[in-house]
């Protein structure tokens, strides 16, 4: 079992032919994911990453030849919701997307349609997902992960790597590891990210970091403390942050509530939450979250 995406994912990269878009696919190739299609209109015909992909005009021609369930994309922020909209009325079960700086008016539209159609997104602005040893969609580092029974939700990119990298050194693994995004609208939230690490068997804990600015990691605590058999670690970065400033997220900004770090804080270890004060903590706390369950 896994989240979101396996080895038996079928995955096509939109933007496949830029720079981003082969760089990281060809890494995503390395790490085992089964590419079968990329996407850039007008170079449909060619070949990508030296002849190993097929690229095609569209999505819709693409899933048609390869039965592709997942997408990624990689296509700058002005033409990205619509490679999103696209994927979807295609009939793409699964859309990642990493482009940072899609306009907040464009996902408005996209949440729309992805909704109406069933489709699950995971983004914008985030580094993917990685099921370990089987499926890498994005631009998470492969080679820090390890196999084993952790399941990861972050709304920081940059935190899910340390996250990670604290849990293998403390011995354990990880099953899947997933950065949702940052943007104020994203496809996918930490709510539904714990509901599919409760009902993964393979997973025995998570680990949930969170950031200043909305209600989100609140909403997620309180379904925790409802309905998590597992244990949950979490950190909320951001803790220095003054109220009303943006920080690095364009979600991440702080109107005084419950949405600053000290709040979260106490509302997650009010829902039985263990929570870290700093990073390095997280290794030793799940450890002991999975010794005591």
Request: net charge negative.
């Amino acid at each position: 079992m896994s989240i979101l995406v396996n080895k038996n994912s079928r995955v096509i990269v939109q933007g496949i032919t830029g720079s981003e878009g082969s760089f990281h696919a060809t890494q995503m190739l390395e790490y085992g994911t089964n590419i079968v299609a990329g996407v850039t209109p007008g170079k449909g015909g060619l070949s990508a990453l030296d002849g190993a992909i097929p690229v095609y005009n569209s999505v819709e021609e693409a899933k048609e030849a390869t039965d592709a369930n997942v997408s990624i994309i990689f296509v700058p922020p002005a033409f990205a919701a619509e490679a999103i909209i696209e994927a979807s009325f295609a009939g793409i079960e699964f859309i990642v997307c990493i482009t940072e700086g899609i306009p907040v008016q464009d996902m408005v539209e996209v949440k729309k349609i992805i909704d109406l159609n069933g489709t699950r997104l995971l983004g914008p602005n985030c580094p993917g997902v990685i099921t370990v040893d089987e499926c890498k969609l994005g631009i998470m580092p492969g080679f820090i992960t390890k196999k084993g029974s952790v399941g990861v939700v972050s709304k920081s990119g940059t935190l899910t790597y340390e996250a990670i990298d604290q849990l293998v050194k403390a011995g354990l693994g990880q099953t899947t590891a997933i950065g949702i995004g940052g943007d104020p609208i994203i496809g996918t939230d930490m709510k539904t990210i714990l509901q599919l690490f409760e009902n993964d068997p393979e997973t025995d804990a998570v680990v949930l970091i969170g950031e200043i600015g909305g209600q989100m990691e609140i909403e997620a605590a309180r379904w925790v403390k409802d309905n998590m058999s597992k244990p949950v670690v979490g950190f909320i970065a951001g803790q220095t942050a003054p109220p009303g400033r943006r920080m690095g997220h364009a979600g991440a900004i702080v109107s005084g509530g419950d949405d600053t770090a000290e709040a979260k804080m106490r509302i997650l270890k009010e829902c039985g939450i263990s929570v870290c004060e700093s990073v390095a903590e997280i290794g030793a706390k799940t450890k002991l979250a999975l010794n005591n369950k």
